[in-house]
């Protein structure tokens, strides 16, 4: 079993900065999950903002990149995305995920309001 728990969002003005946390509580091995953020603004499809592999490896989705950073800290069993130079429709509730064998885990979300 694998449990999410995101913190972090909040309220800030477009041009601002946040940086949302995540911490894994599993009796699996932290270091070998591959770590996701995902977005989902209202009346749109959940997407994906930016994964970090158990290698340290990231991609990052182009409607954010050069903005938002995904870090990992395998000691700790959490995962970080460092937003910058935020815009009013980087608006949404943002949720960590991790694929660990045949199961999908997701944290129960945090909204991050940006405002113009």
């Known amino acids: 079993q694998v449990q999410l728990m995101e913190s972090g969002g909040g309220l800030v003005q477009a041009g601002g900065s946040l940086k949302l946390s995540c911490v894994v509580a599993?009796?699996?091995?932290?270091?070998?999950?591959?770590m996701s953020w995902y977005r989902q603004a209202p009346g749109k499809q959940r997407e994906m903002v930016a994964t970090?592999?158990?290698?340290?490896?990231?991609v990052i989705a182009d409607s954010v990149r050069g903005r938002f950073a995904i870090s990992r800290d395998n000691a700790k069993k959490a995962v970080f995305l460092q937003m910058n130079s935020l815009k009013p429709e980087d608006t949404a509730v943002y949720y960590c995920?991790?694929?660990?064998?045949?199961?999908?885990?997701w944290g129960q979300g945090t909204q991050v309001t940006v405002s113009s």
């Open positions: 970090v592999t158990s290698g340290g490896w990231t």
């Open positions: 995920h991790t694929k660990f064998g045949p199961s999908n885990y």
């Open positions: 599993s009796e699996s091995t932290f270091n070998l999950m591959i």
